[in-house]
């Protein structure tokens, strides 16, 4: 079981390259890998905390109103979250903009609430929110490392390339966005038919 | 009127919910591969988004400013939307149940459509008076609607092409997308700032 849980969220079912959940943020806030780091964080966060409440509330909450309630335990620690970015690190919450409260309607985490932490234990359930974040996190870090590389020829504010290399705007500009995730899930794909 | 008509411009064609600001990407990949169940979810979103627009509007300006619950604002403004979506399922159901079966299944989905949430906060951002409130509500539905529908119409026509196997499905989608950006980003010219 514990195995399963890792290798479906870090690789075969993994949000961003297999189930494409939680577009908006991942497309968006890519265009430093500093903003991807900080997003992939924020996410990791809102899903450990829901998945507890959700996991502990599993036996209580009525079957036709769990997806009211748990919109609501999410939105709790999303508004947490959006705090304390605003009061200790304003730079990243003005970078990240409205992408913070929109966490709220991510649907990895109402997907994992809903498909996993409302059905598991505890301890299972945390494991789950942990490993699944980790997925959404490597995503998020590979596509924004690609997309700073190319458009700006630096990572994490370091230039790696040399000066004669011409930045590609584009990559940082949305067009980028869609593209550089369209390859790389043409990677994933090409990558899983060679196993 | 002037500045209605800037909102209304820049938010259908220039800043496009879909393109600029990546809100509404899931219903935008899962109901483009046809053309009748696009223009279904299309008009879903517009009503649904002018709606949400005009009575998050009146909640927050109304209610949470004046009681000083500015914090609460994320948590009232889901539950505004899903509550409302409900409401006007229940409503169209009875008094038009001919857009209803229209409408079908794509309106309970739209509660999660992040582009309502994402609309009712930057008009709050933005410090939009009412009026300016329901048009923006309306533009960004309506800049949804046409970008899926031409999204829809490319799709269709890609059923006809030899696609490699490994960009099949998402990922010869998300590059069509990329490229309608690309198009779309000519009319940042329009309007001078």
């Given at each position: 079981m514990i195995g399963?849980?890792?290798?479906?969220?870090?690789?075969?079912?993994?949000?961003?390259?297999?189930?494409?959940?939680?577009?908006?943020?991942t497309l968006a806030v890519t265009t430093t890998v500093l903003n991807g780091i900080s997003m992939g964080l924020a996410v990791i966060f809102v899903l450990f905390f829901s998945s507890l409440v959700v996991s502990l509330l599993r036996k209580v909450v009525p079957h036709q109103v769990r997806i009211a309630v748990y919109t609501i335990i999410i939105a709790t620690f999303v508004t947490i979250v959006d705090i304390f970015l605003k009061a200790n690190f304003p730079q990243i919450s003005k970078a990240l903009g409205p992408y913070v409260p929109l966490i709220i309607v991510n649907c990895i985490i109402l997907g994992r609430c809903e498909a996993?932490?409302?059905?598991?234990?505890?301890?299972?359930?945390?494991l789950d929110a942990?490993?699944?974040?980790?997925?959404?996190?490597?995503?998020?870090?590979?596509?924004?490392?690609?997309?700073?590389?190319l458009g700006q020829g630096t990572?994490?504010?370091?230039?790696?390339?040399?000066?004669?290399f011409n930045p590609l705007i584009v990559m940082v500009l949305p067009p980028g966005a869609f593209l550089v995730l369209g390859t790389l899930v043409a990677i994933m794909n090409r990558l899983e038919r060679i196993k | 009127m002037k500045e209605l008509v800037l909102i209304f411009i820049s938010t259908v064609l220039i800043n496009n919910f879909v393109l600029t600001y990546f809100l509404g990407i899931c219903p935008f990949l899962?109901?483009?591969?046809?053309l009748s169940s696009a223009i279904g979810m299309g008009f879903s979103v517009i009503f649904v988004m002018t709606f949400a627009s005009s009575i998050a509007w009146l909640?927050?300006?109304l209610i949470l400013v004046k009681l000083n619950l500015v914090f609460l604002e994320y948590i009232v403004f889901i539950l505004v939307i899903a509550s409302l979506v409900q409401i006007v399922e229940m409503f169209v159901r009875k008094y038009s149940p001919s857009l209803y079966q229209a409408l079908g299944i794509y309106l309970p989905l739209i509660t999660t459509n992040c582009a309502i949430l994402g609309c009712a906060l930057f008009m709050v951002a933005r410090n939009y008076n009412f009026l300016e409130a329901v048009v923006y509500g309306f533009s960004?539905?309506?800049?949804?609607t046409v970008v899926l529908l031409v999204m829809a119409g490319i799709r269709e026509e890609l059923n006809y092409?030899?696609?490699?196997?490994?960009?099949?499905?998402?990922?010869?989608?998300?590059?069509?997308?990329?490229?309608?950006?690309?198009?779309?980003m000519g009319f940042s010219g329009l309007i001078r700032a």
């Open positions: 399963r849980i890792f290798k479906e969220g870090l690789w075969t079912n993994h949000p961003i390259f297999r189930q494409l959940l939680g577009m908006c943020p996993f932490a409302s059905k598991n234990r505890l301890s299972l359930a945390l942990l490993v699944m974040g980790g997925g959404f996190f490597w995503g998020l870090v590979t596509l924004a490392s690609v997309r700073e590389i990572i994490l504010g370091y230039k790696i390339l040399p000066p004669s | 899962g109901v483009s591969g046809r909640i927050y300006h960004a539905g309506l800049g949804f092409c030899e696609v490699p196997k490994v960009f099949r499905g998402a990922p010869i989608t998300l590059i069509t997308a990329g490229l309608l950006a690309l198009c779309f």
